[in-house]
């Protein structure tokens, strides 16, 4: 099979890391790609909504599987355009349609979907201009914490937790009067604040079906200590400690049996990837958001465990046989520690060379073996000359796979000692809280 992956991030290079190991694959190309996914096919500079532009190059290159990775392109409909035209119809495209994506795309359609299905999450109402005055009161009156939500994608920084009435309400005035994050935030989720520990969970389905991968934990402050402003993702482990076996049962009966019984009632066109963004509160699970594709730094350590050959299972998405698939785990650990430009996540400057030290000292630690092993994933790289040079706020997520969560992390840390570039940064305590 030919496939196309779109995105250039660290959750695009291990797709192809992972795509690329399959019998299957004949042929990889990346759309737009970035320094890393040029090691296993061919990056080809079109943007990821550029879907005129992605159905030439799905017709040029006979592509038969479209993988896409971020957001933004399911929000805007590209699983629709595919299905809605003649000459690309027949490609395999692992995403949900524009309705299914509202799942990410709109917090108050997810919140409503919810509510209407019996899925635990927190208590919300929801406010836009018309409303305004009645937002105003709702917070004045509410217990603190509480959690404002723009409705539409807003890259990741559209969630604020406010700790006092003043700020609550300073900023859901700067969100729907003063367009704080633009059109994104024209309707604003005011939410209870939940406290418990966070988790993702994982499931590829056909609407119908699903597998369950493997869970995760990231961690998104910038500093450590789970101090600072929010990122898009400083790191992950996988297995998470705490969620044992009763505790995912309970994520199953309560939460993804729930949500796929109801994208099948509500006729909802759903094939491909749902992130379930939970927190464990009094050992009970509750969303906090869905997200229409994998996570990212996530897809780092979820793909390192997982055993079977991730194109058998697309196809078995696609021809309804998901039911037959039986998913096998790597019992070992994985975590992943992003190294980040300094700045991030507020301005930070491109284009830094990146010494990769480690090459020079073995070859081995390239590839997953038998015995553990590391793999450097490229967030934001690219080629330039001979060089490698930094391209955006998250750089490199280096992930290890080992007997124990202690090792991974060391492994990890072992290879990131051996790579520089300027500004960087990396958190040291990713996984803190479950290391004695």
Known sequence: MKILILGADGRAHAFCWKIHQSKLCTQLFIAPGNAGTAQFGENIDIAVTDFDSIKKLCIDKKIDLVVVGPEEPLVKGIYDFFKNDKQINHIIITGPSASGARLEGSKAFAKAFMQRHHIPTAQYEEFDTASYEDGLEYIKNHPMPIVLKADGLAAGKGVIICNNTVEAL??????????????????????????????????????????????????????????????????????????????????????????????????????????????????EPHVIEYNCRMGDPETEVVLLRLKNDLVELLIAMEENKLHKEKIIIDEKVAATIVAVSEGYPAAYEKGFPIDFGYLENTEAIKHIDSNGGV?????????????????????????????????????????????????????KDIGYEFIE
């Open 375 to 427: 793999m450097v994933f490229h967030a934001g790289t690219k080629q330039q000359g001979d060089d490698v040079v930094t391209n955006g706020g998250r750089v490199l997520a280096v992930s290890s796979l080992a007997d124990s969560l202690a090792e991974a992390i060391e492994l990890s840390k072992e290879i990131l000692n051996q790579i520089h570039f300027e500004g960087m940064y990396y958190r």
């Open 170 to 283: 300073g900023e859901y005035e700067w969100m729907i009067q003063k367009s704080k994050f633009g059109d994104a935030g024209k309707k604003v989720v005011v939410e209870q604040f939940l406290s418990g520990i966070e988790l993702s969970v994982f499931v590829l389905t056909n609407g119908d079906a699903y597998t369950l991968f493997p869970e995760a934990k990231d961690y998104k402050k910038i500093f450590e200590g789970d101090e600072g402003p929010n990122t898009g993702g400083m790191g992950a482990i996988s297995p998470v400690p705490f969620a044992s076996e009763i505790f995912l049962e309970k994520v199953i009966k309560k939460i993804i049996e729930p949500t796929i019984k109801g994208l099948h009632e509500e006729k909802i066109d759903y094939k491909g990837f749902i992130f379930f963004g939970l927190i464990k509160v009094d050992d």
